[in-house]
């Protein structure tokens, strides 16, 4: 019989040497036993003693030598980077992104796919093609693969296993999304919001370092809102929060622009901010910030973040003196004046949240490995 591992007991104290191990060699790349035991504090022995645990169970291996001057060069030892791989893809409106995604987060080529005609799509049969896209993207093999980070524009409730607002995704089921996915593909699945993964970007760029949380608006041919609270984002109770695009959208300046309109996405969506630039060319931003101040307040109400980040296609192109000017008339005409800033991530933001999320995933599967090892 294994023993127990209680805090205290030898066996607790191997297992949290490992992940003392593990952690270094994540962190830092490739290390030899005695930089481990310096990284560690730990006796030469005793680190000794991890790497064979770590490379007997199959996590680490042989990545080189080390020369230190006289006497023979010193082993270095690495995470195997196959151990875990997965794809992160996003699947977008007419094309989709995906990349290879590994333990000790190698930056791999992004494949990008054209997503079939709307009569002949189905789910696995699209992140069948980008799996697919991905791996020989890498000069990978599928049988490698064994988990993937989808990011769709829609809701996702994990709890249900459900998709809402799925109307850029046909052929993909409401119900039962992951299961169906899982079964077909022999993957493990996980699925999530586009912005809300664009989100976990921005947090991961530094986008938030000095405040508790904010929001992130999505701005491009489709609208939607990311909420962070505290580094966690906050996805309600059907994973249908931020899904603001389809609120009404409210009577903007004196000519009551958006009134007669319908939603937020015929206020500041895509289609209207490139109607703006053609009418009014370089002073366009100058009309298109109070509509988005005005999409704001509902948020502001209900959330007052202290930060608001500008994201998409329209939040990238207006940058910083577009997000000037969203605070300069949310301070002017509301009680609010929350920082606004333009994203710190102007390329493939989803796709960098999908691949942080399951490079994290990769991880802990990496760690629950560590504390099986009863040896």
């Not at 009569?119 to 791996?135: E, F, K, L």
């Not at 508790?212 to 041919?221: H, K, Q, R």
């Not at 370089?282 to 209900?302: E, K, N, Q, T, Y």
Request: charged residues 20%; aromatic residues 4%.
């Amino acid at each position: 019989m294994a023993e127990a591992t209680v805090q205290g007991t030898p066996s607790w104290l191997r297992a949290t040497n490992n992940r003392t191990a593990l952690s270094l060699l994540l962190e830092h790349g490739p290390l030899t036993r005695n930089r481990i035991g310096q990284l560690s504090g730990l006796s030469k022995p005793t680190a000794a003693q991890m790497v064979s645990r770590l490379e007997d169970a199959g996590l680490i291996q042989v990545f080189g030598e080390v020369s230190g001057g006289p006497g023979p060069n010193a082993v270095s030892y690495a995470v195997r980077a196959d151990r875990h791989v997965g794809v992160a893809v996003v699947i977008g409106t007419e094309e989709m992104h995906s990349t290879l995604v590994d333990a000790v987060g190698t930056v791999f080529p992004v494949a990008t796919t054209p997503v079939g005609a709307a009569s002949a799509r189905t789910a696995v049969g699209d992140v069948s093609a980008a799996i697919a896209a991905a791996c020989e993207a890498a000069g990978a093999s599928r049988s490698a693969v064994t988990l993937v980070e989808v990011g769709v524009q829609a809701a996702v409730a994990p709890r249900t296993d459900e998709l809402a607002f799925t109307d850029t995704l046909p052929g993909w089921p409401a119900h039962g999304i992951r299961a169906h996915l899982e079964a077909e593909l022999g993957l493990e699945v996980s699925l999530e919001n586009d912005v809300n993964l664009a989100a976990v970007a921005e947090r991961g760029a530094g986008t938030a370092d000095d405040v508790e949380g904010f929001a992130l608006l999505w701005l491009g041919d489709g609208l939607g809102l990311a909420i962070d609270i505290a580094g966690q984002v906050y996805r309600g109770s059907s994973g249908g929060a931020g899904e603001i695009g389809y609120l009404a959208a409210p009577p903007v300046g004196p000519d009551s622009i958006g009134g007669e309109t319908g939603d937020l996405t015929a206020l500041f969506g895509a289609a209207e901010v490139d109607r703006l630039a053609r009418e009014f060319g370089d002073s366009a931003l100058h009309h298109l910030a109070p509509r988005i101040a005005a999409g704001l307040v509902p948020v502001l109400a209900v959330l007052d973040p202290e930060r608001v980040v500008l994201g998409g296609p329209v939040g990238v192109r207006g940058g910083a003196i577009l997000a000037s000017l969203v605070a300069d008339h949310l301070e002017r005409t509301t009680r609010w004046s929350p920082d606004v800033v333009a994203t710190r991530v102007p390329e493939l933001a989803v796709l960098a949240g999908a691949r942080e999320l399951l490079l994290s995933g990769i991880r802990r599967r990496l760690f629950d490995e560590v504390s099986r090892i009863t040896n």
